[in-house]
Structure formats: C-alpha cells, structure tokens
C-alpha cells in the first residue's frame, strides 16, 4: 500500500466496534461483577441475559416491529428487565446505567488502531448510541478519524442504512471501504451493501461459514495492518 499523496487518498477501513474491538461480553460480565457486587457466575448470567434482551430488540427494530430507539435506552430496558426478575437489586442497577461505556479493548486493539490510523482513514461503524460510543472512545482510549453510529441511521446493522452511512463518509477517491468485524453476518451484510470485508477472530464473535468468501482474515489488528500494507 502506498502512502497517500496529494494524488491519492488512504484506503479507508471501516470497524465494528462491540466485540471486535472490545470485549462486550467479557468486560461486561466483571464490570456487571465489580458494580453489584456478584460472583463471576451471576454477573456472567447478568450479563448474557442483557446482552440478548439488546440483541433482540435491534432486530426487531430492523424488522419494523417496533420504533427505533438508541442503544442506551436498550441498556435501560434490559436492567428493568433484570431487576424485575430478580438478577439484580435495585441500588445496583443504578450503578449500571452506563455499563456499555465502560466495556474493555481486546488487548491488540489499542496498538492495532495507533498502526491503522497512520497509514489508512479509520472510521468505527457501530450500533452503539452516540452517547456509548463517546465514552467508550473516551475510556477505552480508541483512536480513529471518524465514528459513526446506527442511531444516525435510525436503525441497526445489519439493515443496509447503517452501511450505507461509512459509504457516504469514506474520503473521496480511497476506494471501496473495507469492513473488519469479529462477527460473520457483519461482514456479509456489509458484502452485500458493497464494501469489502475483513474478518478477525475474538472470543464470543460469529466465525465464518464454509462458503463464506471475505477478502481477508487477518488473526489480530496486528496481522491486519501487515495484510493491508501488503496490498
């Protein structure tokens, strides 16, 4: 890959953010842990149980099922939900209202990001909130040139807006964008929108099918910035 001149423009690489760059389930369930004061067990189960009520309620939202709402207002549902239910008290349910802004870097993503931000147009394309993604960039020190967030689609991937809104953002002349995500129907839903497509592994992602053609598999953000570099 050559440097960008004022001839040409830095290929752009676009990133799932929610567990391809931190570790949503993981850091979740200690932080759930340290907050309301749970064993790793019960926070682990906290934890699962709030990410699949958020989960289930963006694809019903991409289904037309129910109006678009943020995704920190789905964080609030889900700890309701958890507190009626008897998983959580409710004074501990308070100190987790901005749990989704403190989830952690997998730990190549920090060194991964400084290297990709040198030499390509990075760009976060999440369906975290506006309001999650400024204190997750904050907190988890990650580092890009632009963020975008499915709120500003008023829906959630994989509904074609959302891609369509890091289409509309990549710098003029760098190319076809290329979507890197740990989770496999990201990536075909981004094919399908008309970028390119990246896959890198983390624990809890959605791995490849066997008829699955992504444009490069990389094992870390590392490996990444070699391949793309390669190119």
Known sequence: MEPATKETTRPT?????????????????????????????????????????????????????????????????????????????????????????WLQPWPDTVAGLDLLTADVTVIGLSNASRRVLAGLSTNAGLRWHQVLSAEDAGSYKPDPAVYELALDTAPTGSGTPVMVAAHAWDLRAAAAAGMRTAYVPRADGDPPAPDDTFDLHATSLLDLHAQLLGL
């Open 13 to 101: 690489v676009v990133f799932d953010v929610l567990g391809t760059l931190v570790d949503q389930t993981g850091s979740m369930g200690r932080h759930v842990s340290a907050m309301a004061a749970l064993d790793s067990g019960a926070a682990a189960e906290v934890a699962r149980r709030w990410l699949a009520h958020v989960a289930h309620q963006e694809r019903a939202i991409v289904a037309g099922r129910r109006a678009f709402v943020p995704s920190h207002e789905l964080d609030r549902e889900a700890v309701a939900g958890l507190v009626r239910d008897g998983f959580l008290l409710p004074d501990a349910a308070a100190r987790l209202t901005d749990a989704s802004e």
